[in-house]
């Protein structure tokens, strides 16, 4: 589980395509060294095991199910990825519950800056619109941010400087693919009404 609180910009620093299989090495500012093998990390909103470690480096690997759902069959060396280690007990709540298990792929449609602030309006398949609501809570590369607007399958966020730059948002532009994880919560709500079209 996580918060949507970014942690860290990583860096793809080796890419390794295997059949069925993507491995990719991160480097990170975390201390490398207290990293358990077999450990979650969400990279851009993925909830990943590390499998490796090299200095100041750890290596995750992501199946073909997860680069179908995922933007990490784009992922090339010198990107920027946003990290957070899984939630220990204890920790602060400072988004909202994550897990790590994205949905699909947002697109940017536009981005304008509403005084020293963003405005990000993306659109999104239709499946998953029904789980968007106004001022509920949506987790994008693994930022979790606050909906403005839900029109149809389109929806709009707003991003703080704080936000624009302790992540890689500021690195989107319009036509950028972003891992989408909806709010837990709405997906069972519409699933208890019968509304959930999976």
């Not at 179908?68 to 784009?74: A, H, Q, R, Y």
């Not at 029109?151 to 532009?173: R, Y």
């Amino acid at each position: 589980m996580f918060t949507g609180i970014v942690k860290d910009k990583g860096e793809v620093v080796r890419v390794d395509d295997r059949k069925g299989m993507r491995r990719l090495l991160i480097s990170t500012h975390f201390d490398v060294s207290s990293m358990d093998i077999g450990a979650s990390m969400a990279c851009d909103g993925c909830c990943l095991t590390i499998v490796d470690k090299e200095s100041g480096c750890f290596a995750v690997e992501a199946s073909n199910e997860t680069l179908d759902k995922t933007t990490i069959g784009s992922w090339q060396e010198g990107r920027q990825i946003n990290l957070e280690p899984s939630l220990r007990l204890g920790d602060e709540l400072g988004g909202h519950i994550v897990t790590g298990h994205v949905d699909g792929v947002a697109q940017l449609e536009d981005i304008k800056q509403d005084g020293q602030s963003y405005r990000l309006r993306f659109s999104l398949p239709d499946a998953l619109a029904i789980y968007l609501a106004p001022k509920g809570s949506v987790a994008l590369n693994g930022v979790s941010l606050t909906l403005n607007e839900v029109e149809g399958s389109q929806f709009g966020v707003n991003i703080i400087p704080h936000t624009w730059e302790v992540t890689n948002i500021k690195h989107w532009k319009p036509g950028t693919g972003v891992n989408i994880e909806v709010d837990m919560l709405a997906r069972y709500v519409a699933r208890m009404i019968g509304k959930d079209p999976a």
